[in-house]
C-alpha cells in the first residue's frame, strides 16, 4: 500500500508567493507538475516549467517551527554535502514572510535524468532503491556540527517512556510487548554504540526521497535531507526495509536475503537497531506530538507493526 495524501499545487500558492518565485525563476510558469517528493511537514515540491525551461522547487509554509526548521536544514545539509554525493544541486532558495501569508520556504534544486521509484515493491524497484543507498554510504559525512551523530537519534528513551507510562494502544501492536518493555530498553541501551560511525546517512529513506539514475552509470539523487547524520553504513536501508514492508513489499529478512548488508555489519548491531527504531515508531505512533512534524500516525502505526514483526523474528522468542 502506497501512502499518499493530495498535494496543492502552483495555482493553490498565494498570488505573493507566486510572483517571489518567479522572480528566481527569472520568467513566468506557463506549467507545473506536483512531484511525490516528501520530507517536510507542509511541504510539496513541483517541477515548474519557464519559457527558459524547467526548475524543481519545494515549496514550504508552515506556522510550527520544528517544521520550520527542518526545512531550513535539508537546504544547508545539501550545501555541506561532497558536490559528488547523490544529492541535487542546490539552485536558490529564500526564507521569507510574505505580504501577510505567512513564512515560506523555498528551494530550487537541479535534478536531472532520475526517475521516481514506481508504484509497486518489485524486486527491480527494490535492487533501485537500495542502489542510491549504496551511492550514499560511500561517503564520509563532513565534520561539523550540521550532521547528528545516529547514536542521538536512537536510544533506550522510547522504550523507557513506555515502560513508565504503559500509554493506551500499546497492546494494539502485540500482547507480546508489555511483558517485554524494560528488557527491550536494555537491548536498546546499546543502540548508540551499534549505530556509530562516520558514514554518510540520509536517515529518512522513502520512495518518495530515493530518485535512480535514467541512465545505467548516472548519478541517482537522494532528496528531502533533513535528517542527515553520521552513523554506520547499515542503517539507511534498515530504515528502508520497515518503510518497505509498510508499503505492502517482501519482509525485511527476505529482501536481505538477496541484498545482504555492506560487508563487515554485525548482526547484533542490527538487531539493536531495530529495537531503538521500534521503540520510537511505537512512541511516535501513539503520542504523535513527540514525532516529526508532518508524520501522520497511520504511517507510523503501519511501520511500528512491521518492526515488531521484524523484532520478534530477530530476537526469536
Known sequence: ?????????????????????SEELGSRVIGWTTLPMSGVADGVTMSLQTGAGTQVCTVVNTSDPRAQ???RRAVHVVGALPAAAPAPTLLWWFDEDLDGFGRWIVASWAMR???PIGDEWTTDEIAAALGVLQQVREF????????????????????????DERPDGLRNFSPWLEPRLEALAEIAVHSGEAVSGTTLVHGAPTRQVLYPSLTPGGRPVASAWSHASRGAPFVDTVLLLAHIRAEGGPPPEVVLARHPLPSGTDPDAVTCLVTALTGQLIEHALQPARATPGQ???????????????LRRRLGF
Open 140 to 163: 564520509e559525512a563532513p565534520a561539523g556540527g550540521m550532521f547528528l551523530d545516529s547514536a542521538e537519534v536512537f536510544d533506550d528513551g522510547p522504550w523507557r517512556r513506555l515502560a
Open 1 to 21: 500500500m502506497v501512502f499518499s495524501v493530495p498535494r496543492p499545487g502552483w495555482q493553490d500558492l498565494p498570488p505573493p508567493v507566486r510572483r517571489r518565485i
Open 113 to 115: 535524468d532520475i526517475r
Open 69 to 71: 526548521e527542518l526545512a
Open 296 to 310: 501522520r500516525p497511520s504511517v507510523l502505526r503501519a511501520r511500528a507493526s512491521v518492526c515488531v514483526e521484524w
